[in-house]
């Protein structure tokens, strides 16, 4: 029999964290889909590995053996991918926006050129996963924005800071302002990333920022393209000040905000890998290249 290792994934945090609540948190998953991703396994196997309840997810018997297993199992799968990636020179680099990435397609193809043997692959992740491949080992570092969830689990160096604006509708009463108050924005409908992402989508909804005001939420998006949608529909965004260099919308505009915080952009790996000599210099060159943007 086979067995998706994402499904182990799914079990092992289920087991550790005894909640699909907590579990679909970390994971970056809807409770939902996590749900359906249990049962799956359970069919799978042909046998029950939780008992339910209100309380949460206790294991059965045959749950707490798997339970005692998977974590071994998935170190060696993770490890035996992290041998082929060292094998093939393989470095893979997640991220969530390009307005993030900045400089790192020039660091890159420096790196290639200096590194013939290496192949550089940059993978592009939806809202969903706020690590950008960190959280699932689809990628070996990531430029993210901050915060979000799990990141005090990584090593994470700041590399800059961005303005963050609002995208508007374009025939919205403050659509020809030059610069709006946040406080203005309050009672809008604002798009929102799902609520799984916790930390990432308050900063991004600038729930801090509100002063007890209640965030109303007018679309729940992971994508870009929707993202946009939804503001020209007539909902608003706050948006880092690159977003209007990457994206654009015929019914969108961009404008400042006076009274958010600015978009950290971050440069994270993981904490418990083998450190590969050619990962830390590429990371070491997007590092000084940031700097001097």
């Known amino acids: 029999m086979d067995v998706d290792t994402r499904l182990l994934r799914y079990f092992a945090a289920v087991a550790e964290e005894g909640s699909l609540t907590g579990a679909a948190r970390e994971l970056f998953v809807s409770q939902p889909a996590l749900t359906k991703q249990i049962r799956r396994l359970e069919d799978d196997l042909g046998v029950p590995l939780f008992v339910r309840s209100r309380s949460g997810m206790a294991l059965t018997e045959a749950g707490r053996e798997l339970a005692a297993r998977v974590p071994a199992l998935l170190d060696g799968w993770d490890e035996a991918l992290r041998a082929t990636g060292r094998a093939a020179r393989l470095l893979r680099l997640g991220f969530l926006d390009a307005g993030a990435v900045g400089a790192v397609h020039e660091v890159i193809a420096g790196f290639r050129q200096a590194h013939p043997e290496w192949r550089v692959e940059l993978r592009q992740f939806d809202w969903s ?18 915060p979000f969830p799990g990141q005090e689990e990584l090593n994470v160096r700041e590399l800059f800071v961005e303005e963050r604006g609002v995208l508007l509708p374009a025939r919205h009463p403050l659509a020809n302002s030059g610069t709006v108050e946040f406080r203005e924005l309050w009672d809008e409908p604002f798009v929102a990333a799902g609520a799984e992402t916790g930390a990432w989508r308050e900063h991004w909804l600038a729930t801090e920022e509100r002063e007890g005001h209640p965030v109303r939420v007018g679309a729940v998006t992971s994508r870009p393209d929707e993202w946009l949608s939804a503001v020209a529909a007539g909902c608003v965004a706050l948006a880092p000040a690159s977003t209007v260099r990457f994206y654009s919308h015929p019914d969108v505009v961009f404008r400042r905000v006076r009274g958010v915080s600015p978009s950290r952009v971050g ?23 940031s700097s001097r943007s």
Do not use: K
């Not at 996963?129 to 901050?146: N, T």
């Not at 994270?268 to 000599?277: F, K, V």
């Open 129 to 146: 996963d706020p690590s950008a491949g960190l959280a699932r080992g689809e990628a070996d570092a990531a430029v993210v924005r901050l």
């Open 267 to 289: 440069l994270a790996r993981p904490t418990d890998r083998t450190r590969e000599a050619a990962l830390d210099e590429l990371l070491e060159a997007i590092a000084r290249r």
